[in-house]
């Protein structure tokens, strides 16, 4: 039995993964020997529905100096980002406005804010992404956001007229010390706004390659809606967005103090209707994912004894999941190739296949890509017409397994 991060119910885990590495941990072949790995496990609280990790490694394991991933990697999501500025530049009317953003990363978000010489705060404790988002001239902290953080902030900056946390939220297991600290620096009018991968989407597409490390907590508005209300704070308002897979951003404010916009209540009903607070919706999840795992290995066994090539594309977290979860290593994917330098030269997390610089897949194409980075389709088929003319396909397993000419 595990106990709920949020209410401390007890409850039994629908699934284990097996043994796992640090899901964005790219080593050298000198780090294999002293590589980590711990039980992956997921369960759902039977009392308060929050979808949870029953362990997670510690956070410094995760979040350091060497921090893999960079959030300006991807065009649409440097659009995306600049999207969320400009929608809190005309959310922020207070005389002198301060904006604090938790887990700034590179600075992908608060760079826009800070060009419009608006006061900020970015906390991001992963020192080598944080010194890109200062080299922007981002104000920054090498910090991890909690409570004790949030009354600091407070004492030197007053209260934040915004708070916005993009995919970090999830990251963090001490929920109630980071939700009080929300609470005391947005003051009475304050906005809190975050985003993370959506639970529903996740269920629809049986993306369980966003199970890992780092995602502690995979949210619903069933089981956040419970949780701020314990704090006086509420949802009033919820996006769907198409980021990370399918991510929701939520709006939080003060109880009472904001109208409810109704798509909070019809997205409730949403979840209501697919279940996400019975428990044998998460068996029946548990049963896609055996499925979707003996599938994809059923196709990349048939390619390799055609004695075909494949490459990964896109050494994502994500794909630390499916390469060790299903036993895909460097027999069956000559290497992943990817854009960020940091990953390049490196091995992939447990399973040791060579990432190597984008350019090597350009230079002599693979028969089939393994898309790790689905989330990513438009982006990437976009640039990749001259892969596809030559006749290359595409591997995608999520929303199903396919061997595809054109991702779109
Ligand atoms: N907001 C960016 C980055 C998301 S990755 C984006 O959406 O692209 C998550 C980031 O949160 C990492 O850079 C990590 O270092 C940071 N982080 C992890 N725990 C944190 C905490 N407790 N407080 C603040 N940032 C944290
Ligand atoms: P992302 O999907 O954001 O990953 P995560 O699962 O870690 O959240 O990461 C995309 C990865 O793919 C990132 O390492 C950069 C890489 N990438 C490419 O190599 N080429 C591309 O065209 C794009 C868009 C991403
Ligand atoms: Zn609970």
């Known amino acids: 039995m595990y106990k709920c991060l949020v209410c401390e119910t007890e409850f039994d885990s629908f699934m284990t993964f097996g043994k796992m590495p640090i899901a964005n941990g790219f080593l050298t072949s000198e780090d294999f020997k002293n590589e980590f790995f711990y039980e992956l496990e997921i369960g759902a609280c039977p009392n308060?529905?929050?979808?949870q990790l029953?362990?997670?490694?510690e956070r410094e394991m995760m979040f350091h100096e060497d921090y893999a991933f960079f959030s300006s990697t991807s065009e649409k999501q440097r659009v995306h980002f600049k999207t969320l500025s400009d929608e809190?530049?005309?959310?922020?009317?207070?005389?002198?406005?301060?904006?604090v953003e938790i887990g700034c990363n590179d600075g992908i978000m608060l760079e826009h804010i800070s060009k419009k010489q608006i006061r900020h705060l970015g906390i991001e404790p992963s020192t080598n992404v944080a010194e890109v988002a200062a080299d922007k001239g981002v104000n920054t902290i090498s910090e991890f956001f909690d409570y004790e953080l949030a009354k600091k902030i407070k004492d030197e900056y007053g209260n934040a007229s915004v708070i916005s946390a993009s995919n970090v939220m999830c990251h963090i297991p001490y929920l109630d010390s980071v939700v009080k600290g929300v609470k005391e620096l947005i003051g009475d009018s304050g906005v809190f706004i975050f985003e993370d991968p959506y639970l529903i989407d996740i269920l629809e597409k049986t993306s369980y390659d966003q199970i890992y490390?780092?995602?502690?907590?995979?949210?619903?508005?069933?089981?956040l809606a419970k949780m701020f209300d314990k704090y006086d704070l509420e949802i009033f308002d919820v996006k769907r967005i198409n980021v990370h897979g399918g991510s929701m951003r939520y709006y939080v404010a003060q109880k009472d103090t904001k109208h409810v916009s109704v798509d909070v209540e019809k997205m409730s009903e949403v979840e209501k209707y697919n279940e996400v607070d019975k428990l044998s919706t998460y068996q029946n999840l548990k049963t896609?994912?055996?499925?979707?795992?003996?599938?994809?290995?059923?196709?990349?066994?048939?390619?390799?004894?055609?004695?075909?090539?494949?490459?990964?594309?896109g050494a994502t977290s994500k794909s630390t999941t499916i390469t060790n979860f299903c036993g895909i290593g460097p027999d069956e994917i000559d290497f992943i190739s990817d854009t960020t330098p940091i990953k390049q030269d490196k091995y992939s997390p447990g399973t040791h296949i060579p990432v190597k610089r984008y350019e090597e897949f350009k230079e002599c194409y693979p028969d089939y890509a393994l898309l790790f980075a689905?989330?990513?389709?438009?982006?990437?088929?976009?640039?990749?017409e001259e892969f596809t003319k030559a006749g290359g396909k595409w591997i995608m397993y999520v929303p199903n397994i396919e061997v595809i000419d054109d991702i779109l």
């Open 54 to 57: 029953v362990r997670q490694p």
């Open 213 to 223: 490390d780092e995602h502690v907590f995979y949210f619903s508005i069933t089981s």
């Open 88 to 99: 809190i530049l005309d959310l922020i009317n207070a005389n002198d406005p301060f904006v």
């Open 48 to 51: 308060c529905s929050m979808v």
């Open 288 to 313: 896609k994912i055996e499925r979707s795992k003996e599938e994809l290995n059923n196709i990349i066994r048939k390619i390799k004894t055609d004695g075909k090539r494949i490459v990964g594309y």
């Open 374 to 384: 689905w989330n990513h389709a438009e982006e990437i088929m976009a640039k990749e």
